[in-house]
């Protein structure tokens, strides 16, 4: 299984941008789509954004639609979650999480389950 390290989170204030990074390690990274949930405290895990090994195809919940970008760079085994006018509801832990090798992209409302693989999380934090 990949392992996960979330990183780059920070206190920011309401209507600013942040952008968090995952990195993973093992030969997979390529070929596997990743996601970004986030929880707040006494909050389910909530879907963020996924994007797919193949093509690079984004998909987001449309909390965020229009203000959040996912992106990976492969060669880095990266993914990235760019946040931009952030508000203060968007105040969680954001993990990153890997699907099962060589998986179907299929755009949804994803489901943590559907994930084998968290990294440990980075707090984000929009004041207002």
């Known amino acids: 299984q990949v392992r996960l390290a979330e990183s780059g989170g920070a206190l920011v204030q309401g209507g600013g941008s942040l952008r968090v990074s995952c990195v993973a390690s093992?030969?997979?990274?390529?070929?596997?789509?990743m996601g970004w949930f986030r929880q707040a405290p006494g909050k389910e895990r909530e879907f963020v954004a996924a994007?797919?090994?193949?093509?690079?195809?984004?998909y987001y919940a449309d909390s965020v639609k229009g203000r959040f970008t996912i992106s990976r760079d492969n060669a880095r085994k990266t993914v990235y979650l760019q946040m931009d006018s952030l508000r203060p509801e968007d105040t969680a832990v954001y993990y990153c999480?890997?699907?099962?090798?060589?998986?179907?992209?299929?755009?949804?409302?994803?489901?943590?389950?559907?994930?084998?693989?968290w990294g440990q999380g980075t707090q984000v934090t929009v004041s207002s």
């Open positions: 999480a890997s699907e099962p090798l060589y998986r179907e992209f299929r755009p949804r409302e994803f489901r943590p389950q559907e994930f084998d693989a």
């Open positions: 994007i797919s090994w193949r093509g690079s195809i984004p």
């Open positions: 093992g030969p997979t990274f390529s070929a596997v789509n």
